[in-house]
Each structure stands twice: as structure tokens, then as C-alpha cells.
């Protein structure tokens, strides 16, 4: 007979000290585990009884659901045996897996709460779009993950293509995070290898070019004539700021502070990638920040005027929602001032990037060196990995005041 029992994998424990609870399936001496989509604390778990413990605010809840699977997976695993001789653990598993199989939904809202908690805001906001686009799909059900097979997964993308009109590399980036939460589920053994459709369907991409800005177009944008202290000019003077400033991602310009300028320089730990970048600003690049110079500043303000002094950005999540607000409110405003600026471009502030870089490189300055100002590491056009003194940076960056 087959038993089956409950069991924290501690080699799954996550950034927050919990572990997965897992159906132990054994069968004539062989193994077999299935995630339930439960973690818990374990120092809730009491592992002689096999439930949790009652000090946890949820424990009549949590053991009664935990009851529940163990009554569900026995009575499959008894049905089994009842029906034919030599039933596998791994039949008991699959069969057990086909009738409780966990939510692809709830896995996939675990994943944007993650990202929130890093504050890993790009991420965070394109996968916030994959599950809305996804949800409405579902029309208010659910998803499990033993439905994602490749025949859905074909019917999904011809959906986003037909109803929703979306390109080719909309879809790509849409199908993008659904592989690799599949891919991770695997790895979390939720699913197993072979449930995964990814392997078997080809994700399609085409070559697109990033836009930018040219000198002149630059200068129009300057040139506007814009209310002073109206929000809009400051979205314009952190865009030319950025597009001289080494191409700094609008979350690292809106947390510079005075402290992370010394007159010549800015350095910052970055927003994305942790690492310290220090920039040897241009002329134009100091001429935005001189426009924000006040005499009674603090060290620890911030330069520009987007987050708030008086609020401490450490605490929960309000960093995290004021820096995406304040992108949004941005790129709303840049796309007014490029038909303001009679250009045809459709711009955000990530254009400001794509602008350092290709001015950079037209200007002459050595391509790892733009790779580092950008915060690279490679260079995927030469597998070159650039690692350059500041001293060659400070004279790189020089060439926009000539």
C-alpha cells in the first residue's frame, strides 16, 4: 500500500525563511514529491505531527487544508491500487497532480509580489501587464498549471495577435514570462519537466531599432519654451540631464541627492543593478542640475523635484510606487513635448539612453567605455568585458563639451 505523508523541503527555503510543503508519495521503497503551493515558517511546522503549529494566526485553516489534500491524495492513491496491481508512485503522483493541480494564477501573483518586495520596477510593471492581458483571457477563472499545455499555449498567442492586435515582439515578451514562470515551477518541482510546453514551442522575434534622439533634435527639445515651474519643464530638464549624464534610468535621476554630487560628479549605487557608477557630468548636464541649486539644501534632499524630502522611502513599498508614478506621469509628458518639439519619435524617458549611447559612440568614444558608463558588463555586439578606470572615464565624457 501506498503511503502518503507531509514534508518540508528545506533545500527550497525562500528570501523570507519559508519552505514548501510537498506530498511525500512512497511506493515499494520509490519516492515521489508534489508541491501543494503552501510554504510555511519552520519554526510553525511541527514536524512530528505533521501540521502547523498553533501559535500561527491561520493554523485551524492551514491544518484543515492540509487534511484535506492528505484525505484527497490517499483517496486517489487507494482508488488506484483498488482498480490495477503494480501501481508506480510515479502513477499515484500524476494522478494525484491531475486532480489538485496548483493555481498558475496564484504562482503567477507570488511572482509580481516578489518583484515589488526587490523593487525590481521594470520587471515589475511588464509582468503586472502579461497577468492583466492574462486574467481577462480567463474571463474570472482560474488557470492550473496542468491546463498550460502547448495547445493552449497556441490558442493564447493567436488571441493576443487576432483580439488584441499585438506585434510579433509584443507577444514574444508576453509568452517570455510565462516561460520562465513555467521554467521556474519546474525547477520548484510544482510541475515536471515534461509538463512544460516551452521546450517544444518556438518563441518568434524581430529586429527592431531602439530610438533615439539626434544632436538637433535634442536642441528642439531645449529650445521649448515651457512654464518654469510647471511639472512638464521638469520632465524636460531630467530627460536632457539623462541624456547627458552617462544615460542614468529615470529611478536613479529621481533618487540623486545632493550627497551624490560633488560639483563635478555624480555617483550613485544604481537602482537596477546595485552597482556604483560615478559620472563626470558634461556642461549641459551641470546646467540642469544648477537650475535645482538652492542655499538651504540639504545634503540628503533630493536634486530634483519628484520625490518628496520629508517622506523616508526605505519603509514598505512607497519607493517602489512613487518611482513607478513618477515614470508613468514622465512618458506622458515626453510624448507632449516631442509633437510640442515637432518630432515624430515615440519617446520615453528610456530613449534617453538609447541617446547617450548613440551620440556617444557617433561622438567617438570607445564603445566599452559606453558599455561602462551604461553599467554594462558585456558587450554582446563583441563579447568584449570592459573594466575602465575612472580617470579614462572622467576624459571619455569630456568629449560632450567640445
Not at 485553516?61 to 487534511?67: E, V, Y
Not at 509628458?333 to 528610456?350: D, P, Q, R, T
Request: net charge positive; proline share 3%.
Amino acid at each position: 500500500m501506498a503511503t502518503v505523508t507531509l514534508l518540508l523541503k528545506k533545500n527550497k527555503q525562500d528570501t523570507n525563511g519559508e519552505i514548501p510543503v510537498y506530498l511525500r508519495i512512497i511506493k515499494d521503497r520509490k519516492t515521489k514529491f508534489l508541491a501543494i503551493g503552501l510554504k510555511i515558517d519552520p519554526e510553525l511546522w511541527d514536524e512530528s505531527k505533521q501540521r502547523v503549529k498553533k501559535k500561527h494566526p491561520n493554523s485551524v485553516r492551514l491544518n484543515n487544508f492540509l487534511a484535506q489534500k492528505i484525505a484527497e491524495a490517499e483517496g486517489i492513491a487507494f482508488e488506484l491500487e483498488t482498480e490495477k496491481k503494480g501501481v508506480s508512485s510515479l502513477a499515484i503522483k500524476e494522478n494525484i497532480k491531475g486532480k489538485t493541480s496548483p493555481s498558475f494564477m496564484k504562482f503567477f501573483e507570488e511572482y509580481i509580489s516578489l518583484l515589488k518586495d526587490t523593487k525590481k520596477l521594470g520587471t515589475h510593471d511588464k509582468a503586472v501587464a502579461v497577468y492583466l492581458k492574462l486574467k481577462a483571457y480567463l474571463k474570472g477563472r482560474d488557470l492550473t498549471f496542468e491546463e498550460i499545455n502547448y495547445h493552449y499555449i497556441k490558442q493564447y498567442e493567436n488571441y493576443l495577435r487576432s483580439k488584441l492586435g499585438n506585434k510579433t515582439n509584443t507577444v514574444h515578451s508576453n509568452l517570455k514570462i510565462i516561460r520562465k514562470l513555467l521554467n521556474d515551477a519546474v525547477r520548484e518541482e510544482i510541475i515536471e519537466p515534461y509538463s512544460n510546453p516551452f521546450p517544444r514551442y518556438k518563441l518568434s522575434w524581430e529586429k527592431s531599432n531602439k530610438e533615439f534622439l539626434t544632436d538637433e533634435e535634442i536642441q528642439r527639445i531645449e529650445a521649448l519654451e515651457l512654464p518654469e515651474e510647471h511639472v512638464i519643464n521638469h520632465h524636460r530638464n531630467i530627460y536632457i540631464f539623462a541624456t547627458y549624464a552617462g544615460g542614468l534610468r529615470i529611478s536613479d535621476v529621481l533618487q540623486l541627492k545632493w550627497q551624490n554630487f560633488n560639483g563635478t560628479h555624480v555617483t550613485i549605487i544604481t537602482q537596477k543593478t546595485k552597482e556604483q557608477v560615478s559620472i563626470k557630468l558634461p556642461d549641459k548636464a551641470l546646467n540642469c542640475i544648477k537650475k535645482y541649486q538652492r542655499p538651504d539644501a540639504k545634503p540628503t534632499d533630493f536634486i530634483f523635484p519628484f520625490l518628496r524630502n520629508d517622506i523616508d522611502y526605505s519603509k514598505d513599498s512607497r519607493l517602489f510606487d512613487a518611482i513607478s508614478s513618477n515614470t508613468a506621469y514622465a512618458n506622458k509628458n515626453l510624448k507632449i513635448i516631442a509633437e510640442k518639439a515637432g518630432i515624430e519619435k515615440h519617446i520615453s524617458f528610456h530613449t534617453s539612453r538609447h541617446t547617450f549611447a548613440t551620440r556617444a559612440l557617433r561622438k567617438g568614444m570607445r564603445i566599452e567605455y559606453v558599455s561602462k558608463l551604461l553599467g554594462h558588463t558585456a558587450i554582446k555586439t563583441t563579447q568584449v568585458y570592459a573594466k575602465i578606470v575612472n580617470s579614462e572615464l572622467d576624459k571619455a565624457m569630456d568629449i560632450f563639451n567640445d
